[in-house]
C-alpha cells in the first residue's frame, strides 16, 4: 500500500524533524509503530490526547454502558481492537485508570512516545502539565497543538487537533470478527490526488472568520479543471455539533476517500463542499472550536438551511464548475449534520437527490403520509441512513429509519460494525456512501448498490 505522506517527509533533507513518523515494522502488535516527539524544556509532564480514544473490542462494548469498554493501551493491542469515543461516564481519574499516552522526556527537554498503532486515524494534541487528559482542552490552557504538523484549517483556532492515518497491514491486523482496514483513507498513488482547500465566501450576518465573510472547504477531484466547460456533481459534507467545515478534511481524511472513491471507478470525479454551521450570524452567540466551557446552541437546522440556500449555494455554482440540477447534487452530514441532511431531504427537496444521515442526531418530527401526498418528490430520493452499532444516536437513527419505513420510502443502510459517534466511523459512512449510493440510478430498489452502476 502506499505510505502516508508524514512519512515521505522524514526521508528529506535531515533538518526536517518530523513529529510524527509512522514507521512500518513488519511486528506485532500492529506491524506500525508511531513515534511522537515534541520539544518543552519547561513541561513537567506531557500526556498526548486531543482526540486520542482508548481501545476497546467486541466482546466488552455495548451500545448503552460504556463502563465495561475494555480500555486497553495500544501496547496490549489484538486484531480486532478498535477505539470508540467515550463520552459517559468518563474515565475514572488516576490512580484507577492510567492515561496510557504519558510521554517520556529526556533532560534536554525532549518528549517522546512510541506505541504500535492499528489501521487508522488519529487526532491528536499535547497536554502540558495536565494529569487527566479527558479534561484538558483549548479553554484549560493545557492544550498545545503540534508545531511541526499544523491542522488543515482556515484561520488559526478554527481546529485544535492534528492529525495522522495509520495504514493496515493485514498480517497483525486481519480479524476473524471484524474488519478494520481503513486504508481507503490513506493518500491515493499520484496522478489521483485531488485538491483540498479551505474558503471564504460573502455571507451577510457571519460573524466568523470576518463580519460578512464565511467559510467552508473544498475538494476538487485531480481531473478538475483539464477538460474545458466540464461540469461535476456535487456533494455538501456537513459537520456536526462542535465542528466546522475543516473537520472532514482535518479530522477524516475526505479527500483521501474521494480520491479513492474515484481511483477505484465507484464514483464519477466528484466536488466535495464541507460548509460550516455556526456563525453565520449572531444569534446563539460566537462558537468557538474546542472551548468546552462557552458552549452556544447548535443552530435550528431549517434557520441553517434558509442561510445556506441564500448564500452558499448561490456562491459555490458561480465560483466552481458544478453541475446544475439536482440529480448530480447530493447533501450529507454527520450528526447534527445528519439532522440538516434530514432539513434538506423534507424542505429543500427539489435541490438534491441524494441524501446521506451519517450518525444522525434527529428527533423528529418525521415525515408521514401527508407529507409525501404533499411532496411526492420525497419517495424519489437516493438515501443512505448510517449510524454505528455504539453510536450514542443509535436510537435516534432506528427512529428515522421507522418514520421513512413507516412511508415506504427505500432507503440502503449501513450499521458501522465497530462504530461510536466518532470519526472512525464517519470514514466508514462516506466510503459507503460513495461505494452504494452515490450518483446511483433513482429510484432506489433491492439491485442498488449491487454492482458497479459506472
Ligand atoms: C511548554 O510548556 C509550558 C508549560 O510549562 C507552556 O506554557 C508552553 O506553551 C509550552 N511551550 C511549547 C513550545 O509548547
Ligand atoms: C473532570 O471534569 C468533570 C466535569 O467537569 C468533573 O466532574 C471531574 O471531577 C473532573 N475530573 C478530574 C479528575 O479532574
Ligand atoms: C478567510 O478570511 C479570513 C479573515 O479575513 C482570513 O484570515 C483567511 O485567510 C481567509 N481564508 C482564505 C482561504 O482566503
Ligand atoms: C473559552 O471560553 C471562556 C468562557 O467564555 C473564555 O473565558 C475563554 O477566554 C475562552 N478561551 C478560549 C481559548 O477561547
Ligand atoms: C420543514 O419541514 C417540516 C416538515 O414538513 C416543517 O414542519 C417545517 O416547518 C419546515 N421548516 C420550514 C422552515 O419550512
Ligand atoms: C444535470 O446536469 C448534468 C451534469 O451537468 C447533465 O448531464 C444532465 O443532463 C442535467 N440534467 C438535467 C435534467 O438538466
Given at each position: 500500500m502506499f505510505l502516508p505522506s508524514i512519512v515521505v517527509a522524514c526521508l528529506l533533507p535531515l533538518q526536517v524533524v518530523a513529529s510524527v513518523t509512522i514507521r512500518k515494522t513488519g511486528r506485532g502488535p500492529t506491524g506500525y509503530e508511531v513515534d511522537f516527539r515534541y520539544v518543552n524544556k519547561t513541561a513537567e509532564r506531557v500526556l498526548i490526547g486531543g482526540g486520542i480514544q482508548p481501545f476497546t473490542d467486541q466482546f466488552h462494548t455495548t451500545g448503552t454502558s460504556y463502563r465495561f469498554n475494555g480500555r486497553y493501551d495500544p501496547h496490549d493491542y489484538q486484531p480486532g481492537d478498535f477505539y470508540v469515543s467515550n463520552p459517559s461516564p468518563q474515565l475514572p481519574a488516576e490512580p484507577l485508570y492510567k492515561w496510557p499516552y504519558d510521554m517520556t522526556s529526556s533532560d534536554d527537554g525532549v518528549w517522546t512516545y512510541t506505541a504500535p498503532l492499528p489501521s487508522g486515524i488519529y487526532s491528536f494534541a499535547y497536554l502540558v502539565n495536565c494529569n487527566y487528559a479527558p479534561n484538558c482542552s483549548i479553554d484549560t490552557g493545557h492544550l498545545v497543538i503540534d508545531p511541526d504538523l499544523p491542522?488543515?484549517?482556515?484561520?488559526?483556532?478554527?481546529?485544535?487537533a492534528s492529525s495522522f492515518q495509520v495504514p493496515f497491514d493485514a498480517k497483525f491486523q486481519a480479524s476473524p470478527e471484524l474488519n478494520t482496514n481503513f486504508d481507503y483513507a490513506l493518500d491515493a498513488p499520484k496522478g489521483h490526488r485531488g485538491v483540498v482547500r479551505t474558503a471564504n465566501y460573502t455571507s451577510p450576518g457571519s460573524i466568523h472568520p470576518a463580519p460578512d465573510v464565511h467559510d467552508f472547504s473544498i475538494y476538487l477531484p485531480a481531473e478538475y479543471g483539464t477538460i474545458p466547460g466540464k461540469k461535476y456533481p456535487l456533494l455538501y459534507l456537513s459537520h456536526g455539533a462542535g465542528g466546522n467545515g475543516a473537520d472532514w478534511e482535518n479530522l477524516g481524511r475526505m479527500s483521501h476517500i474521494m480520491d479513492n472513491l474515484i481511483r477505484l471507478k465507484h464514483i464519477p470525479p466528484t466536488v466535495v463542499v464541507t460548509p460550516s454551521f455556526y456563525n453565520l450570524d449572531p444569534s446563539g452567540g460566537k462558537f468557538i472550536y474546542g472551548n468546552k466551557s462557552h458552549s452556544v446552541p447548535v443552530p435550528p437546522a431549517p434557520h441553517v438551511r434558509q442561510n445556506f440556500e441564500k448564500y452558499l449555494f448561490p456562491w459555490i455554482e458561480s465560483h466552481y464548475q458544478v453541475c446544475q440540477n439536482a440529480s448530480c447534487r447530493a447533501f450529507a452530514g454527520l450528526s447534527m449534520g445528519g439532522v440538516l441532511a434530514y432539513e434538506m431531504y423534507v424542505n429543500a427537496t427539489d435541490q438534491f437527490d441524494y441524501y446521506g444521515m451519517f450518525s444522525p442526531a434527529t428527533n423528529g418530527p418525521y415525515i408521514d403520509a401527508a407529507s409525501v401526498a404533499a411532496n411526492p418528490g420525497l419517495m424519489r430520493k437516493g438515501i443512505m441512513v448510517a449510524y454505528g452499532l455504539?453510536?450514542?444516536v443509535f436510537p435516534q437513527a432506528r427512529e428515522l429509519q421507522t418514520a421513512l419505513d413507516g412511508v415506504g420510502v427505500r432507503y440502503l443502510n449501513r450499521v458501522?460494525?465497530?462504530?461510536?459517534?466518532?470519526w472512525n466511523t464517519w470514514q466508514d459512512e462516506l466510503w459507503w456512501f460513495g461505494v452504494r449510493v452515490l450518483w446511483k440510478p433513482l429510484p432506489f430498489g433491492v439491485r442498488t448498490g449491487r454492482g458497479r452502476d459506472l
Open positions: 491542522p488543515f484549517q482556515n484561520v488559526q483556532g478554527d481546529q485544535v455504539y453510536d450514542f458501522t460494525p465497530f462504530g461510536s459517534h466518532y
